[in-house]
């Protein structure tokens, strides 16, 4: 489950053609880190996270993705977003003004970190199309 769930963001955020081998397994690590302080994930709600059904999004979904994003570097520990980073790491294989554009769109502060970071990664994997 931990792999399925690590696809999904990666692809959302910096896109498979962008990773090397270590990459993937540091994600694959944060994710198995996030995944242990995540108590409720099904494959129900992973496959439909997967799928980008957005749908009934629980808490427990969103702190998910808070935590990934921390341990990935796209968020700080005070649920903060790092556009910064995310333009850096989201333009190696991508248009920069487009990159910018998009994190720019994504990057909405909620009063809930949780949702912060769920909202940008929700964002991030519908505009992923519009930046090739």
């Known amino acids: 489950m931990k792999s399925f769930v690590c696809v999904v963001v990666l692809v959302a955020l910096v896109g498979v053609n962008a990773l090397t081998e270590e990459q993937l397994k540091k994600a694959d690590g944060f994710a198995k880190e996030c995944l242990e302080q995540a108590t ?3 494959k129900d709600t992973i496959a439909k996270l997967r799928a980008g059904d957005f749908t009934d999004v ?4 969103k702190c998910f993705t808070r935590c990934f994003l921390e341990r990935a570097g796209f968020m700080d ?4 977003l790092i556009n910064d980073y995310a333009i850096e790491r989201l333009s190696l ?3 920069k003004s487009k990159v910018e554009a998009l ?3 994504c990057s909405q502060k909620m009063d809930d970190p949780c949702e912060t970071a769920f909202r940008a990664f ?6 992923n199309a519009s930046l090739f």
């Open 40 to 42: 409720g994930l099904t």
């Open 58 to 61: 629980d808490q427990t979904q």
């Open 77 to 80: 520990a005070e649920g903060a």
């Open 93 to 95: 294989d991508r248009e």
């Open 103 to 105: 994190v720019t769109k």
């Open 122 to 127: 929700e964002c991030y994997f519908n505009g």
